[in-house]
């Protein structure tokens, strides 16, 4: 098992361009989780998924944000139309209990 | 609503030194608990968790946590800091979806 994983790590786009993050759970874990995180804050809760249904969505996760995980396994996170104040740090976390984060996906607008 | 507050925002101890950081959540019910560090650059570290039973758990790196239901309080200790245990520290609580704190940054002074 070699934990969570994000791709990318980093991505530096252009406002108002699309971008894509992809997190690949702990393959046992029925719990994934996306998070936001600015420098000095902590995480902020965007959205989680038990299998394939997506269960809660923050009122942080705009319509230009959405997310899926397809057949319960990977998810996606993508934001759509990008502003600067989207740059920051895309966390994804799986759960079976307690969270175990990935290393997560730099987003810089610019 | 639900919240974690972390009311440490930065605190400097001295190597040897015991250490306590604070937290208070606000949950219906008692939530699951977690502490997690992260250091410059490095993703989120689970230190400790609790579930449910006694109120004092141990974690890693020589960390322990008291729950106090009376106070709402999850606070961390360690008897005797180290100077690599600078970083900085997020509580977390809930059930299903989980609030984290907005973090104390440790610096540990020689």
């Known amino acids: 098992d070699t934990g969570v994983s994000q791709d990318p790590r980093h991505k530096i786009t252009k406002r108002g361009q699309n971008v894509t993050f992809r997190c690949d759970p702990i393959?046992?874990?029925?719990?994934l989780y996306w998070y936001r995180q600015t420098l000095g804050q902590g995480p902020e809760f965007l959205t989680y998924?038990?299998?394939?249904?997506?269960?809660?969505k923050s009122r942080l996760l705009s319509d230009r944000f959405s997310a899926e995980r397809p057949k319960g396994s990977f998810s996606t996170l993508e934001i759509q139309r990008t502003e600067q104040g989207d740059s920051a740090m895309y966390l994804c976390?799986?759960?079976?209990?307690?969270?175990?984060f990935g290393e997560g996906s730099r987003l810089t607008v610019l | 609503a639900q919240s974690v507050t972390q009311p440490d925002i930065h605190i400097t101890v001295s190597e040897g030194a015991s250490l306590e950081l604070r937290c208070n959540y606000s949950?219906?019910?008692?939530?699951?608990l977690f502490w997690y560090v992260q250091s410059p650059g490095q993703g989120l570290q689970l230190l400790l968790k609790?579930?449910?039973?006694?109120?004092l758990v141990q974690g890693i790196k020589g960390f322990e946590a008291e729950f106090k239901r009376s106070q709402s309080s999850f606070n961390l200790r360690k008897p005797s800091v180290h100077w690599s245990d600078a970083a900085e520290y997020f509580c977390?609580?809930?059930?299903?979806?989980?609030?984290f704190g907005t973090g104390t940054s440790l610096t540990v002074i020689p």
């Open positions: 949950y219906g019910a008692t939530p699951y």
């Open positions: 976390a799986s759960s079976y209990g307690e969270l175990f």
């Open positions: 609790y579930f449910s039973g006694d109120t």
């Open positions: 998924f038990q299998n394939e249904a997506q269960l809660e």
């Open positions: 977390a609580a809930g059930v299903g979806q989980f609030y």
């Open positions: 393959s046992e874990h029925n719990r």
